[in-house]
T-cell receptor
Framework: DTEVTQTPKHLVMGMTNKKSLKCEQHMGHRAMYWYKQKAKKPPELMFVYSYEKLSINESVPSRFSPECPNSSLLNLHLHALQPEDSALYLC????????????FGEGSRLTVL | GESVGLHLPTLSVQEGDNSIINCAYSNSASDYFIWYKQESGKGPQFIIDIRSNMDKRQGQRVTVLLNKTVKHLSLQIAATQPGDSAVYFCAETTNDMRFGAGTRLTVKP
């Protein structure tokens, strides 16, 4: 299994809603990542988890809250988002942080109304 | 600022021609580089990688060249096909896999 699975594929939420994006991998990878991608832009790194510990937070606003319940799962909790947060949110994993290729999921397309 | 970047935002080639996509980086300590391909509506996909102790690496129809002197790498695609149409990103891992701006490759039939 070389897949990274993200759910939901599409999410529409209001600015007062609380929702979560989920990511799962069963490759035994110990590093997991959240990226945000706006249209016609490269993916922007948001968070990195290494061995289930948050190792990088790229000054992301607190309305985005990551969680790594175990080595296979990564969540991104969303609360009080703004319309400018609408984007494709990509999850990725790698064998270790700073080492080797990233395996990406298909992304969760988020629209904030 | 960005640690990697690309020279051209778009590239259009005829089917069957070779394509060359360029990337510049600024961190001389960068030691590992990856090219990714992103098709519309999908996540980025690994194409090929290269470590700083190499100048060239070849895959199936793709070659990556690394010039550490001028901090430049390129992706060459031989006999470009319509299925190669996508956005191509270079990325380097010194800063936890940050991506350059991307080049959109369009293949004309």
């Amino acid at each position: 299994d070389t897949e990274v699975t993200q759910t939901p594929k599409h999410l529409v939420m209001g600015m007062t809603n609380k929702k979560s994006l989920k990511c799962e991998q069963h490759m035994g990878h110990r590093a997991m990542y959240w990226y945000k991608q706006k249209a016609k832009k490269p993916p922007e790194l948001m968070f990195v988890y290494s061995y289930e510990k948050l190792s990088i937070n790229e000054s992301v606003p607190s309305r985005f809250s990551p969680e790594c319940p175990n080595s296979s799962l990564l969540n991104l909790h969303l609360h009080a988002l703004q319309p400018e947060d609408s984007a494709l949110y990509l999850c990725a994993s790698s064998q270790a942080s700073r080492n080797g290729e990233l395996f990406f999921g298909e992304g969760s397309r988020l629209t904030v109304l | 600022g960005e640690s990697v970047g690309l020279h051209l935002p778009t590239l259009s080639v005829q089917e069957g021609d070779n394509s060359i996509i360029n990337c510049a980086y600024s961190n001389s300590a960068s030691d590992y580089f990856i090219w990714y391909k992103q098709e519309s509506g999908k996540g980025p996909q690994f194409i090929i990688d290269i470590r700083s102790n190499m100048d060239k690496r070849q895959g199936q129809r793709v070659t990556v060249l690394l010039n550490k002197t001028v901090k430049h790498l390129s992706l060459q695609i031989a006999a470009t096909q319509p299925g190669d149409s996508a956005v191509y990103f270079c990325a380097e891992t010194t800063n936890d896999m940050r991506f350059g701006a991307g080049t959109r490759l369009t293949v004309k039939p």
